[in-house]
């Protein structure tokens, strides 16, 4: 079993910075590869990026390539999310998942943050 919980979330400037945590329980997280996904008003849940369970192999959604960063620190049970160069567009909770059965980019993972929210002004 493994808990998750984001943190860092804000109101930004467009152009700004932010960087969302996810703190996870458990003594088995470096097993499980982790996801980043956001969710707009309205819209369906959506994935941003993911990362290896070493760390080596990561991959972005098109939309914040280039601008936005996911890194692990397994020793601290850590996932961030640098997100740089931020746009109105970006405005969702972001949540934090671990542990997909299939690709990285299937919101079917297993384990689930409560979501953290990010809203970019214009």
């Known amino acids: 079993q493994v808990q998750l919980v984001e943190s860092g979330g804000g109101l930004v400037q467009t152009g700004g910075s932010l960087r969302l945590s996810c703190a996870a329980s458990?003594?088995?997280?470096?097993?499980?590869?982790v996801g980043w996904f956001r969710q707009a008003p309205g819209k369906e849940r959506e994935f941003v990026a993911g990362?290896?369970?070493?760390?080596?192999?990561?991959i972005y959604a098109a939309s914040v390539k280039g601008r936005f960063t996911i890194s692990r620190d397994n020793a601290k049970n850590m996932t961030y999310l640098q997100m740089n160069n931020l746009r109105p567009e970006d405005t969702a909770v972001y949540y934090c998942?671990?542990?997909?059965?299939?690709?990285?980019?299937?919101?079917?993972?297993?384990?689930w943050g409560q979501g953290t929210q990010v809203t970019v002004s214009s």
């Open positions: 458990g003594r088995i997280f470096d097993q499980y590869s």
């Open positions: 990362i290896s369970r070493s760390g080596d192999n990561t």
């Open positions: 998942a671990a542990d997909p059965p299939n690709s990285w980019q299937r919101d079917d993972y297993n384990y």
